[in-house]
Antibody, heavy 128, light 107 residues
Framework: EVQLVESGGGLVQPGGSLRLSCAAS????????IDWVRQVPGKGLEWVGR??????????EYDASVKGRFTISRDESENSLYLQMNSLKTEDTAVYYC???????????????????WGKGTTVTVSS | DIQMTQSPSAMSASVGDRVTITCRAS??????LVWFQQKPGKVPKRLIY???SLQSGVPSRFSGSGSGTEFTLTISSLQPEDFATYYC?????????FGGGTKVEIK
């Protein structure tokens, strides 16, 4: 079964750090882009950032609200991906989802896998 | 940034109704448009990609259409299990942006 499982959420004080993990099974993580999306309970979805696949050297993109504070990295040997969150703010409080993305930039590789598999999410609470 | 304006933000409908939800992009996004459904307490689920391609396993009463900057999700005959919040997403440019959501409630 294709799935993603997030872990590492919790309660952290403002200014603190947290590292979220995303473990993949049923497919090879390095073949796919992976996105992080967050959702404040009761609110809408917000894209956080992306790690491209091995073919694109695992380059990353971030939303302006987290750029310079959040970093996405991968461990291919573990088929896992990480979201390092530093200098956390109260407005970072949300459920964080890890999501499978495309395998390429055109055709089936782009569209067929675009955010087709979501993890169950992990909750991050930033509060003093 | 590309803004995605989704309307309505909420609506009440009856089982069997035809429901239409619209997303307008602040600039042309080609066919880089995805629709998701989220039920309370659940993870979002992809319904449609590339404007009109139906996700495997999604009932055919769901359809997507549109072009350029205006896109539509249609539920041809609303079923009890369709009461949920629906989101559009553009992936034409960074940052990726979602619409604000449309909550479909029971009338």
């Amino acid at each position: 079964e294709v799935q993603l499982v997030e872990s590492g959420g919790g309660l952290v004080q403002p200014g603190g750090s947290l590292r979220l993990s995303c473990a993949a099974s049923g497919f090879t993580l390095s073949d796919h882009y992976i996105d992080w999306v967050r959702q404040v309970p009761g609110k809408g979805l917000e894209w956080v950032g992306r790690s491209r696949n091995r073919a694109y050297s695992h380059t990353t993109e971030y939303d302006a609200s987290v750029k310079g504070r959040f970093t996405i990295s991968r461990d291919e040997s573990e088929n896992s991906l990480y979201l390092q969150m530093n200098s956390l703010k109260t407005e970072d409080t949300a459920v964080y989802y890890c999501i499978r993305g495309p395998r390429g930039v055109s055709g089936t590789d782009l569209y067929f896998y675009y955010m087709d598999v979501w993890g169950k999410g992990t909750t991050v609470t930033v509060s003093s | 940034d590309i803004q995605m304006t989704q309307s309505p933000s909420a609506m009440s409908a009856s089982v069997g109704d035809r429901v239409t939800i619209t997303c307008r992009a602040s600039q042309g996004i080609s066919n880089y448009l995805v629709w998701f459904q989220q039920k309370p307490g659940k993870v979002p689920k992809r319904l449609i990609y590339a404007i009109s391609s139906l996700q495997s396993g999604v009932p055919s009463r769901f359809s997507g259409s549109g072009s350029g900057t205006e896109f539509t999700l249609t539920i041809s005959s609303l079923q009890p299990e369709d009461f949920a919040t629906y989101y559009c997403l553009q992936h034409s440019g960074y940052p990726l942006t979602f619409g604000g959501g449309t909550k479909v409630e029971i009338k």
